[in-house]
């Protein structure tokens, strides 16, 4: 009697463990679909708007991009593995061909400026060059003048281009103190050459060619396992066809199905236990029948009695007429047949005590 009662609380703490894992794997699974899904969007929408050659068309293309993405992952739901295949391919291509050019673009991007090679500095140093020379030149024409009023409008010239080639002088030797410290080398590494549609499309061709075969490899085994996570994720509890599932068999072979007269006893609980548990499969949730703890909340919100002895039996009778599998996926999708193959395996030992059907309270659950 006592290891009875200790073999229950094992079954109990083993069940209530098995319910926590199924939830969890749930959660994990729900939380890699949603985390997959805003990158493949994200990537897919920043290639969209490179494509989009105005505001008006980067609304249409960005709707593409919403569409191939999600149209994706519901192609595989509804067995459509060519049209998921399709959609698939194309995200792969957006986003391995996005990371491809924005690499190639940042290692192209950090240069090095020197005083030789800076353009905006050898602008400054020939404009300080210019100045200095029409000064100089101004300045001769000072010293070569007679008149008074020719020298005044010279000093009046002269000043002006003193002050112009002041400023150019200070301007370039500004632009020369920017060169020596490295500032701009860090301005030159941030800046990103402009990525065009022309550049998305020709994105893996253009690494192949300049060898950059371990970058797409990374890439491509990277956004090919986020097209597999999203699928995997989505699908979880999607049956697998061509997989014939493990059926139950009973282990004792003293066992007979119960005769019409226990069969019209039990339709009522079968009946029940089938129509709460397929609630998960008719709503379009999942394909696996209502766990058990959802099941006995259920059924005590309804206020109708249902043990787990009677759930054990009838959740065995349903693997045994291949209805349910162990792991709760639905095999028999029309409730009425699961019904009747449920009550042709319900069994019971050879020798037979008379039920007592007066006292089996039938289940009010509907």
């Given at each position: 009697?006592e290891?009875?009662?200790r ?10 463990l098995?319910?926590k894992?199924?939830?969890l794997?749930?959660?994990l ?12 969007l ?18 249409g ?5 919403f569409?191939?993405?999600?149209f994706s ?13 399709m ?18 673009v ?8 020197t ?13 300080a060059?210019?100045s ?5 030149d ?6 070569a ?7 005044d409008?010279?000093?009046a010239?002269i ?10 002088d200070?301007?370039?030797t500004?632009?020369?103190a ?13 800046q990103r ?14 690494a192949c060619a ?12 990277i956004?090919?396992?986020l ?7 989505a ?34 609980w ?6 709460v ?8 949730w ?19 009695p ?13 693997q ?29 030992k050879i020798v037979?005590?008379?039920l ?7 289940p009010?659950?509907?």
């Amino acid at each position: 009697m006592e290891g009875g009662r200790r073999f229950g609380k094992i079954r109990k703490r083993g069940l209530i463990l098995n319910t926590k894992f199924h939830w969890l794997n749930i959660l994990l699974d729900t939380v890699a679909l949603i985390i997959a899904l805003i990158v493949d969007l994200i990537l897919n929408i920043i290639c969209m708007l490179i494509l989009a050659p105005g505001p008006l068309e980067a609304v249409g293309f960005v709707a593409i991009s919403f569409v191939v993405v999600l149209f994706s992952i519901r192609s595989w739901l509804k067995g459509n593995k060519l049209l998921w295949a399709m959609f698939a391919l194309v995200c792969f291509f957006f986003d391995l061909s996005f990371t491809l050019i924005a690499t190639d673009v940042q290692s192209k991007s950090a240069t090095v400026v020197t005083v030789d090679s800076d353009q905006e500095f050898s602008y400054l140093t020939k404009r300080a060059a210019a100045s200095a020379a029409a000064l100089a030149d101004l300045r001769a024409q000072y010293s070569a003048a007679v008149r008074r009023e020719t020298m005044d409008e010279l000093d009046a010239q002269i000043k002006q281009a003193q002050r112009v080639a002041d400023d150019a002088d200070a301007a370039r030797t500004a632009r020369r103190a920017q060169i020596e410290s490295g500032a701009l080398n860090a301005a030159a590494t941030r800046q990103r050459a402009t990525i065009t549609a022309t550049m998305i499309f020709e994105a893996i061709p253009v690494a192949c060619a300049a060898g950059r075969f371990v970058p797409l490899a990374v890439f491509a085994l990277i956004f090919a396992g986020l097209q597999v996570v999203m699928v995997t994720a989505a699908s979880s509890g999607i049956k697998k066809k061509g997989r014939k599932p493990y059926v139950y068999r009973a282990r004792d072979p003293k066992r007979i199905p119960l005769s019409p007269e226990e069969q019209a006893t039990w339709r009522p609980w079968v009946e029940s236990w089938v129509s709460v548990s397929w609630i998960d499969k008719r709503s379009g949730w999942s394909s696996k029948i209502l766990d058990r703890e959802a099941f006995r909340q259920y059924i005590e919100k309804k206020g109708a009695p249902f043990s787990d002895h009677r759930y054990a039996i009838i959740r065995s009778a349903a693997q045994l007429g291949e209805v349910v599998a162990p792991n709760g996926e639905i095999i028999e999708p029309d409730e009425t047949k699961a019904i009747e193959k449920i009550l042709g395996n319900l069994l019971t030992k050879i020798v037979r005590k008379p039920l007592k059907v007066e006292t089996m309270k039938q289940p009010e659950l509907f």
